[in-house]
């Protein structure tokens, strides 16, 4: 059973940045894809980013694309997400996930495990 630890939310205003992080234990992979996904009320959860650990292969939603970087640590298998020039329409519960294997879509239906999730509001 992986156990995650998600930090760094909180309340910022149009424009600012937070920095999100995941610190994740009890697992040992050699291949995996880790992502950022967020769910605004009333909305589906969505992927923000994803990265596979075997090759790097990195994907970020259109709507974070400049804004948003992802950046990862393998060997504490931690994982931070910068967020820049936050939006009001940022605002959403943050999760962190874990899928074991190989590339996939970075959509929540592909993983299946998940962090606590972590609250982001972006407001003046």
């Known amino acids: 059973q992986i156990q995650y630890v998600e930090s760094g939310g909180g309340l910022v205003q149009p424009g600012g940045s937070l920095r999100l992080s995941c610190a994740a234990s009890?697992?040992?992979?050699?291949?995996?894809?880790i992502g950022w996904f967020r769910q605004a009320p009333g909305k589906e959860r969505e992927g923000v980013s994803c990265?596979?650990?075997?090759?790097?292969?990195?994907y970020y939603a259109d709507s974070v694309k400049g804004r948003f970087t992802f950046s990862r640590d393998n060997d504490k298998n931690t994982w931070d997400l910068q967020m820049n020039s936050l939006r009001p329409e940022d605002t959403a519960v943050y999760y962190c996930?874990?899928?074991?294997?190989?590339?996939?879509?970075?959509?929540?239906?592909?993983?299946?495990?998940w962090g606590q999730g972590t609250q982001v509001t972006v407001s003046s």
């Open positions: 996930a874990l899928h074991a294997g190989s590339w996939l879509p970075c959509i929540s239906a592909a993983f299946n495990s």
């Open positions: 990265i596979s650990t075997t090759d790097g292969k990195t």
């Open positions: 009890g697992f040992r992979l050699d291949h995996y894809v």
